[in-house]
């Protein structure tokens, strides 16, 4: 590989400004960032997968209909309908120690260098009745991009902006943001290899 190269990748795989790097794992580095306005802390993963082709991961991560077989932590992901380039989907997420949580989410698909980002918001103004004994999250934001990798395979970024609502210990809080983080991405990676060909 180039100098060149080694300089454009260390620069791209550089944490966003006022991020800061919390753990490595799984080829990924995990990062939080400054709290937004609504004080939701934004979680950022950076992974190499070189096992994972360009477009194996676009192929899955793009069809939103199977999302929920993607990550352990969305047991229901319905799609409710396509429109205008975007898909309302229904879903269900789940972590230890607190209700489910369920929304409606947006999903779409746009082009980035490189590659593509998947991306999604909370559908604030699409009806949503819980499920009894689950809650409505208040936020969603966040991506899921994938681009390719000078040393092969793909580079992928994951952003998110989460806020479960209703009541949750401050520990499952951080517990989720470090840890949770590395369970979603650790889940997305072994989805992504068993679905590779022989």
């Known amino acids: 590989m180039s100098t060149m190269t080694l300089l454009l990748l260390s620069a791209a795989l550089a944490?966003?400004?006022g991020y800061k790097v919390t753990k490595t794992t799984n080829d990924c580095e995990l990062m939080l960032g400054p709290a937004e306005a609504d004080g939701v802390v934004p979680m950022r993963a950076e992974c190499h997968w070189p096992e994972i082709p360009p477009d194996a991961f676009h192929a899955a991560v793009g069809n939103f209909a199977i999302?929920?077989?993607?990550?352990?932590?969305?047991?229901?992901?319905?799609?409710v309908r396509t429109e205008g380039g975007r898909t309302l989907t229904h879903q269900v997420h789940q972590s230890n120690g607190i209700s489910d949580r369920e929304l409606m989410l947006w999903l779409e698909t746009v082009e980035v260098e490189g590659g593509y980002r998947h991306q999604w918001t909370r559908a604030v103004?699409?009806?949503?009745?819980?499920a009894k004994g689950n809650v409505a999250a208040a936020r969603d934001d966040g991506y899921c991009e994938g681009v390719a990798h000078p040393?092969?395979?793909?580079?992928?970024n994951y952003q998110l902006s989460y806020d479960p609502g209703g009541k949750v210990p401050g520990f499952l809080v951080r517990w989720f943001q470090t840890s949770g983080l590395a369970g979603i991405m650790e889940d997305l990676r072994t989805s992504l290899g068993e679905r590779l060909p022989e």
């Open 15 to 17: 944490a966003p400004p």
């Open 67 to 79: 999302h929920g077989e993607l990550w352990s932590t969305v047991p229901v992901c319905e799609v």
């Open 125 to 130: 103004d699409e009806p949503l009745e819980p």
């Open 151 to 156: 040393d092969g395979g793909t580079q992928v």
